[in-house]
């Protein structure tokens, strides 16, 4: 038996996220359904993040135990025959057998891209946010150079959030304009259900003068939840890597 780690890439607008439900297509039930077929082995994937419904990613991770003399690293070109053009494995090898994807420290980065125009562009739907409205980037910058570091992130994430524990530590906040559009760049060592999707709604208010950014201490220092910020729409996030330390 050895485990084998695969990197994920995705287009996650016709899935209904990751995790595998009983009434809807994911990701996690694709990789199952192809696996087995592949290896005719009842395989079950572990996933590093469960995206949810409609997010993208370019390195998410997943592991599986398997019998296969298949090497590790082979297993990605034979799978992608199998799977469907919107899921891609980037990469795939042999890892320790007790390594486990949720429970080892890591860094995630995630990017959410904002279309910042008139009028959408289709080709650009899939995985940018439309938003017409000019944004003020200097005022965003600053708002994001506050959620830097250790904070309480309770305001930040959706009420259903499950999670022990509500601080998390980001690394960087970038936000940058490539032509028309303005990407966010987050990295961290966890992010809470819906947090950047949070942010991004946040700083969006920041950008269109609705908030100011010193009013993001305020909200990161407060003991109660008194933030019910907007949450960016799904299709402008992409998980883009996972860093195992």
Known sequence: MKRVMLIVAYDGTNYH??????????IEQILNEKLSELLKED???????????????????????????????????ALNHLLP?????????????DFHPRKCDSI??????????????????????????????????????YFVGKHDFKNFCSSHTQAKSTIR?????????????????????????????????????VGTGRMSPDKIPELLAAKERVHSPNTAPARGLTLLDIEYL
């Open 17 to 26: 996220g990751w995790q595998m439900q009983p009434n809807a297509v994911t």
């Open 43 to 77: 395989i079950q994937v572990i996933g590093a993040s469960r995206t949810d419904a409609g997010v993208h990613a370019e390195g998410n991770v997943a592991v599986f135990d398997t019998n296969t003399s298949i090497p590790g690293e082979k297993i990605s070109y």
């Open 85 to 97: 053009e919107d899921i891609v494995i980037q990469e795939s090898f042999e890892v320790e057998p």
């Open 108 to 145: 995630k980065t995630y990017q959410y891209r904002i279309l910042n125009r008139n009028f959408n562009l289709p080709v650009k739907g899939r995985n940018a946010y439309h938003f017409y409205r000019k944004l003020d980037l200097d005022k965003m910058r600053e708002a994001a150079a």
């Open 169 to 205: 530590i980001i690394y960087s906040f970038d936000i940058e304009e490539e032509d028309e559009e303005i990407v966010l760049t987050v990295s961290g060592n966890g992010f809470l259900y819906n947090m950047v999707r949070m942010l991004t709604g946040t700083l969006l208010d």
